[in-house]
């Protein structure tokens, strides 16, 4: 089937310039639209990936240390933690449990003091909830003996205070009997077991284990105060967290690992949505070289517009003209611009690592972004919603131009023709 005149029309129009040479700089006005709008898509594409990356593999490595879901119970400890368990394990998504105790505290060796949040473990039953007890990190943990008061260090804390394998540091944590007289911390002395290392900056630097009886002595209490799940799918920790919230017998508190840090995930979100809004400014930046193109354009065509008016062509099919004229170039752009952003973002990695190797620099310092390896996930979710607001800057872009066209005067447009 034959296209309508209107489309016909704006399809030559689109390639004329560079078919025949005439109006070469209309043309060119035409790729550096088509360019920038490409340009556009390309780099919201990459960085909305980027982005996904670094949250999917900063989030990964939380939930190697934190729990998948945790339960409490509101009176204050778990006097039958392997009841609870058993209780939670009825629920098909629930693989494996464990108990702990966490104690906020200070951490001192010869004039160095960090604060440190300390979780007392059972060593066999973490080594079933958490992804990092693996290699080096399981053979430290696994050092731990209930009675003997040994810690183990985040790397980063370690070396914040200076201690080695062997070494002793003081924990000091507010006392259990503290006044308005009397605020004098309680301390314990622990030896270092050894340090672990997940390659997060926040736990490697403030955080510590030790066995869960050592803590319970420390807080004079005889029982874990929660109990740490762990699910088949974390991503589904939310929906679990609910049906355990009804399932479970007993006044419980249950809190999954999207709670714990909800402040993160709110702020990647919202850096996400900001991100995606500063860098639509550059399309339509872009979208304003369609403009630019479309009123020059019109400004050429004055006599081929008198033309069809004296024809019959109505002023909607003069509009539509230029409308197919500007759209078909956004959606050149936007074609081209999506298909190098996903196979950018598909391969940056390789990329970044290519780069590093030429210029001989590290993208990526560990100590501050927990990773040394540009990450990248494409969510074809992103790539619809570039796609769609590409799509429409650049038809927005063609209304004014189009409607400009359908104001020319026949007679004046030829009257020096």
Do not use: C
């Not at 009997?177 to 630097?205: N, Y």
């Not at 500063?278 to 399309?283: P, Q, Y």
């Not at 339509?284 to 065509?301: E, G, I, Q, W, Y």
């Amino acid at each position: 089937m034959q296209l309508p005149y209107e489309w016909q029309i704006g399809l030559r129009y689109l390639r004329a310039g560079r078919r025949s040479g005439r109006n070469s700089f209309i043309s060119f006005m035409s790729l550096v639209s088509i360019a920038g709008v490409g340009l556009g898509v390309a780099a919201l594409i990459v960085v909305l990936s980027i982005m996904n990356g670094f949250q999917r593999d900063v989030g990964a490595r939380m939930v190697a240390v934190l729990s998948h879901i945790e339960i409490y119970d509101a009176r204050g400890i778990l006097n039958d933690w392997q009841a609870t368990a058993r209780d939670a394990a009825r629920n098909p998504a629930v693989q494996a449990a464990a108990p702990f105790v966490e104690l906020p505290g200070m951490l001192l060796q010869e004039g160095e003091m960090k604060p440190a949040l300390l979780r007392g473990i059972l060593p066999e039953q973490e080594t079933r909830v958490a992804d990092f007890m693996q290699g080096k990190n399981a053979a430290a943990l696994a050092a731990l003996k209930p009675g003997a008061f040994q810690i183990v260090l985040g790397a980063e804390l370690a070396k914040a205070l200076h201690v080695k394998t062997g070494d002793n540091v003081v924990l000091a944590i507010p006392s259990q009997q503290a006044s308005l007289s009397s605020a004098m911390p309680q301390t314990r002395r622990f030896t270092v077991a050894g340090t672990f290392e997940v390659g997060h900056f926040e736990f490697d630097s403030g955080m510590a284990f030790v066995h869960l009886q050592d803590a319970e002595q420390v807080l004079h209490i005889d029982a874990p105060v929660g109990l740490r799940l762990r699910i088949a799918d974390a991503n589904q920790a939310p929906l679990v967290a609910r049906e355990l919230k009804f399932s479970l017998n007993g006044n419980y508190l249950v809190r999954d690992w999207t709670q714990r840090n909800a402040t993160w995930f709110a702020a990647v979100q919202s850096q996400k949505h900001m991100m995606f809004i500063i860098l639509t400014l550059i399309v339509a930046v872009a979208a304003f070289n369609v403009v630019a193109m479309l009123v020059m354009s019109v400004t050429d065509k004055r006599a081929d517009i008198a033309i069809l008016r004296t024809l019959g062509a109505s002023p909607p099919s003069i509009m539509k003209i230029f409308v197919v004229q500007g759209l078909l170039s956004g959606l050149l752009g936007v074609l081209a611009g999506t298909v190098f952003g996903v196979l950018v973002a598909w391969n940056l990695p390789g990329i970044a690592s290519g780069i590093e190797h030429v210029l001989g620099v590290q993208i990526l310092d560990k100590n501050i972004y927990f990773i040394t390896s540009v990450p990248s996930q494409l969510l074809w979710s992103d790539v619809g919603g570039v796609v769609g607001v590409a799509v429409l800057l650049s038809f927005l872009s063609t209304l004014y131009p189009s409607w400009w066209a359908t104001r020319t005067n026949p007679a004046e447009a030829l009257r020096y023709e």
